[in-house]
């Protein structure tokens, strides 16, 4: 049998030539084999027409199996020859001819060396695209902890123009002078607190001597 592999023939018959002369010479040889059981048959049928024949269905198979392989000897050689010009002639795709699927390369030829150096670009553009993308989600996390960041600031803005309110409600429209007057009554809020704690640890300590 023959070893080339014949892969362009495999894709355009849907199977391997070799496979094909092998199933071809199985079949012949099982039908070698099946007509000389036949032919044995035959020859004992007739024996029974004379009893007194001097030739047992021993000597008959072994005479069988010696011109069966006879016969396969002669069989291999003719089937070799015929092998051959069936790969050559017959399972074989030109070398000019080329499969529909395999127009596009005849159309665009590429060297080893100018699919290796599409190859190498091929890669670096898909390093590209993955940099790309990390900075893109990068700057996706960025921009969410801005609005966080400035929904904060609106919060603050918010705050300071309640605080402006109130300092304008008291009478008093500089900043600096609401901060100072704010400061001013948060203490005295503090002393009297402090007052009011003192105060109530002497009741308690009254109440104990009591």
């Known amino acids: 049998m023959s070893v080339n592999p014949m892969a362009y023939e495999a894709q355009f018959f849907g199977f391997t030539p070799q496979t094909c002369m092998l199933r071809v010479y199985i079949a012949f040889q099982d039908y070698l084999f099946e007509m000389m059981l036949v032919v044995e048959g035959v020859i004992l049928k007739k024996l029974e027409g004379f009893p007194h024949a001097k030739i047992s269905p021993l000597q008959i198979r072994k005479s069988t199996e010696k011109f ?16 051959e010009v069936l790969l050559q002639l017959v399972l074989n795709v030109p070398k000019h001819v080329l499969l529909p699927e395999d127009k596009v390369h005849e159309q665009y030829p590429y060297t080893k060396e100018q699919f290796q150096a599409l190859q190498e670009e091929i890669n670096q553009l898909q390093q590209q695209y993955r940099a790309e993308a990390s900075a893109g989600q990068a700057l996706l996390a960025e921009i ?30 500089n900043f600096k002078e609401s901060f100072t007057f704010l400061t001013q009554n948060s203490k005295k809020l503090q002393d009297v607190l402090k007052d009011i704690e003192k105060k109530s640890k002497k009741l308690q300590i009254s109440d104990q001597l009591a």
Request: with cysteine; hydrophobic share 40%; glycine share 4%.
């Open 68 to 83: 069966l392989l006879f016969m396969k000897e002669h069989f291999d050689q003719l089937f070799s020859k015929m092998e």
């Open 144 to 173: 969410e902890e801005q609005k966080c960041v400035q929904a904060e600031l609106e919060k603050i803005l918010q705050w300071f123009d309640g605080l402006e309110s109130i300092c304008r409600a008291h009478g008093t429209s």
